[in-house]
């Protein structure tokens, strides 16, 4: 079935540090999507990313799609202690609005 | 206006019982998603909703999962003779029918937190 892969699991940073989380698909997906999810919270939606090769920047986040709409990644640059979470990244392979979520890459940022 | 809400927020349950959790979306949200997620793992989708219709429920583990939306609005996932591999965060969430928002973004509820003993 389709599978979204996201590495690494874990990460943690200095104050400061940069992070980054990769994710791929087994299929080609019309977009990608990243969430947010604190400790004991839900998701809450970052970002959707829909064409080839796409690049967005929120603040210190860029979010990127690759040419081949299979893989993407999400950089955070100097994180702060507010960044901590679960960020996931959850692709849609067709138009029903079906995600489907990676395991996350959790981050913990040591102040 | 409010986000989308959840109910109970928690449910302990003997293996066996049946229980009923309930959604209630964001107004005005036409599509609703059931997701389960597992401690340390990322939501798994069970089933989507566009007003009433159930387009998709292949992320249902079992005949003992059902869901329904029978006005468009509020929805309630039934799970039947609990077992113990239920207990997870039940997620609800809703988006605006795609084609008048141009994006598929979901607003995610606070989840039930189900455990079977």
């Known amino acids: 079935g389709q599978q979204v892969m996201q590495i690494p699991q874990y990460q943690h940073v200095q104050e400061g540090e940069d992070f980054t989380t990769y994710c791929n698909s087994s299929?080609?997906?019309?977009?990608i999507q990243w969430y947010k999810q604190r400790p004991g919270g839900h998701p809450v939606f970052l970002i959707q990313?829909?064409?080839?090769?796409e690049v967005k920047k929120q603040k210190r986040l860029t979010f990127q799609f690759g040419e081949a709409k299979k893989n993407s990644s999400l950089h955070i640059t100097a994180t702060q202690t507010t960044d901590v979470g679960t960020y996931f990244c959850a692709g849609l392979p067709g138009n029903t609005g079906k995600l489907i979520f990676g395991q996350g890459t959790t981050l913990q940022v040591k102040p | 206006g409010a986000g989308v809400s959840q109910s109970p927020r928690y449910k302990v349950a003997k293996r066996g019982q049946d229980v009923a959790l309930r959604c209630d979306p964001i107004?005005?949200?036409?599509?609703l998603f059931w997701y389960q997620q597992a401690l340390g793992q990322g939501p798994e989708f069970l089933t989507y909703?566009?007003?009433?219709?159930?387009?998709?429920k292949s992320g249902l583990p079992s005949d003992r999962f059902f869901a329904e939306r029978p006005e468009g609005s509020v929805s309630t996932l039934k799970i039947q003779r609990t077992q113990q591999e239920d207990s997870a965060v039940y997620l609800c969430?809703?988006?605006?029918?795609?084609?008048?928002?141009?994006?598929?973004?979901?607003?995610f509820g606070p989840g039930t937190r189900l455990t079977v003993t």
């Open positions: 990313l829909v064409k080839s090769g």
């Open positions: 107004s005005g949200h036409v599509s």
């Open positions: 299929t080609t997906l019309s977009n």
């Open positions: 909703f566009q007003n009433e219709a159930q387009l998709d």
């Open positions: 969430a809703s988006s605006l029918e795609p084609g008048l928002a141009g994006t598929y973004e979901q607003y």
